[in-house]
């Protein structure tokens, strides 16, 4: 009965690009929901990754390439940069939020070299994803939307 009145929280744009379904991204992992649920960005359009919530940032992977962050309420939220941007080896990423720190939605997490990335032949499809979804009931993505990364909502859940 309460959950008719749950409110949906936003997740917002890391970056700014167009929203995509997770369907569209080249890695098995995250077109069949393997790691979560949730859209990634395409058409990138910015240098910035912005925190999508507010939370503990808990992981910052090694290269820079990818973090995930963790809500009061338990909600992990993941942010991959680009596909097989692991292999860079940190080369066009640079960390601004150190791992642990209490971060805002729409602060800065990571700079990237959008360029460098390309020139090395990598995608810049960058999935956003909700990794714990025991207690998720819907996502409501904004499909085909423009959305500037730290300002705009890509997706929502209940």
């Known amino acids: 009965m309460f959950s008719l009145f749950q409110k949906s929280q936003d997740i917002i744009a890391p ?11 080249p ?58 941007t692991v292999k860079m080896e940190g080369e066009g990423f640079e960390r601004l939020a150190e791992e ?19 020139a090395a032949g990598y995608s810049l499809i960058t999935p956003v994803v909700i990794t714990s979804m025991a207690n998720i009931k819907k996502i409501e993505v904004m499909l085909d939307k423009k959305v500037t990364g730290g300002k705009d909502a890509m997706f929502s859940h209940k």
């Open 15 to 25: 970056i700014s690009g167009k929203v995509i379904g997770l369907d569209m991204v």
């Open 100 to 118: 642990g720190a209490q971060v805002k939605a729409g602060q800065p997490v990571l700079r990237i070299d959008r360029s460098k990335i390309e």
């Open 27 to 84: 890695d098995a992992a995250f077109a069949q929901r393997i790691i979560g649920d949730g859209a990634a960005l395409s058409e990138l359009c910015d240098d910035t990754v912005y925190a999508p919530v507010d939370g503990t940032l808990t992981l910052v992977f090694r290269t820079n390439h990818a973090f995930a962050i963790t809500t009061k309420d338990k909600l992990e939220v993941l942010v991959h940069v680009g596909m097989d």
